[in-house]
């Protein structure tokens, strides 16, 4: 059997955190190493690696959550916009396999980047998977 995840850990009050909001489902604690200030992380009680194995009254639940934090976080600091950020898989940078949306509040100039570089659409290409999706879509 796998280890808890640090998030079930911190769930179970085994570890601590700097809770912001708690409900039947879902928890929303400050990130312990912040990129800027604010940053805050929501998660699902329950322990999920992939968005897509999450229950979706649960699933609705974390956003309703994710909602209402990050509201509450712009809020208190005075301001509105945030990225809102998941990380789902490894390969997608996700460190703590615990289903989880970082709320990142943006101030105007602040500078952070995600670094990506944009490409161009290629019509063939586009035209194929858009087809393939709607075929995984309908199955
Ligand atoms: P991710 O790469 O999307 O899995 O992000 C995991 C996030 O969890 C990182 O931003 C970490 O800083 C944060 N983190 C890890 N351990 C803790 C902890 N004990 N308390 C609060 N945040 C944590």
Same mark, same amino acid.
């Given at each position: 059997?796998?280890?808890?995840?640090?998030?079930?850990?911190? /769930? *179970?009050?085994?570890?601590?955190?700097?809770? !912001?909001?708690?409900?039947?489902?879902? !928890?929303?604690?400050?990130?312990?190493?912040? =990129?800027? &200030?604010?940053?805050? !992380?929501?998660?699902? &009680?329950?322990?999920? %690696?992939?968005?897509?194995? /999450?229950?979706?009254?649960?699933?609705?639940?974390?956003?309703?959550?994710?909602? *209402? /934090?990050?509201?509450?976080?712009?809020?208190?600091?005075?301001?509105?916009?945030? $990225?809102?950020?998941?990380?789902?898989?490894?390969?997608?940078? %996700?460190? =703590?396999?615990?289903?989880?949306?970082?709320?990142?509040?943006?101030?105007?100039?602040?500078? !952070? *980047?995600?670094?990506?570089? %944009?490409? &161009?659409?290629? $019509?063939?290409?586009?035209?194929?998977?858009?087809?393939?999706? *709607?075929?995984?879509?309908?199955?």
């Amino acid at each position: 059997m796998s280890e808890d995840s640090i998030f079930t850990k911190i /769930v *179970r009050g085994d570890l601590p955190c700097y809770k !912001l909001f708690e409900d039947d489902l879902t !928890l929303a604690f400050l990130d312990i190493n912040p =990129v800027s &200030k604010g940053h805050c !992380l929501v998660i699902c &009680k329950e322990e999920y %690696q992939y968005i897509e194995d /999450v229950p979706d009254e649960m699933l609705g639940a974390l956003i309703k959550s994710v909602k *209402r /934090v990050g509201q509450a976080m712009t809020t208190a600091l005075g301001g509105k916009d945030y $990225n809102l950020i998941v990380n789902n898989g490894p390969i997608a940078g %996700q460190e =703590v396999p615990h289903v989880h949306f970082h709320i990142v509040p943006r101030e105007p100039g602040d500078g !952070l *980047r995600t670094g990506w570089k %944009q490409g &161009k659409l290629n $019509n063939d290409e586009a035209k194929d998977l858009a087809e393939s999706v *709607r075929k995984a879509l309908s199955n």
